[in-house]
């Protein structure tokens, strides 16, 4: 159950930081910078399950390791991986409208 409590999060995280790529690229920065908090609160209840499996595995209350598992960890590296992608898309759009933040 827990793995489809990861997979269920981080899908919904990928999902927004997919639509702050879309969003950046209408030019709307406020909507994507939103996805990106709204991506960033469901990957941290994906990464909250996650650390609690470990946890359990290092207190010897492991589950039986499955594909099931597998495939929710790979989901939650991917899910991390579209958030760097996002941002650096936003940026990109950013210079590209002339709207770039200041650091």
């Not at 709204?38 to 589950?63: I, P, T």
């Amino acid at each position: 159950m827990i793995a489809f409590q990861i997979i269920s999060a981080v899908g919904t995280a990928r999902s927004s930081y997919i639509e702050a790529i879309q969003e950046a690229k209408k030019g709307h920065y406020d909507k994507a910078a939103s996805l990106i908090k709204e991506g960033d609160d469901a990957f941290v209840q994906g990464h909250d399950a996650h650390a609690k499996l470990l946890e359990d595995q290092a207190n010897g209350k492991s589950e039986p390791l499955g594909i099931l598992l597998v495939h929710a960890e790979d989901q939650l590296m991917s899910a991390e991986a579209f958030k760097t992608i996002a941002l650096e898309f936003i940026d990109v759009y950013r210079r590209l409208d002339g709207k770039e933040e200041q650091a």
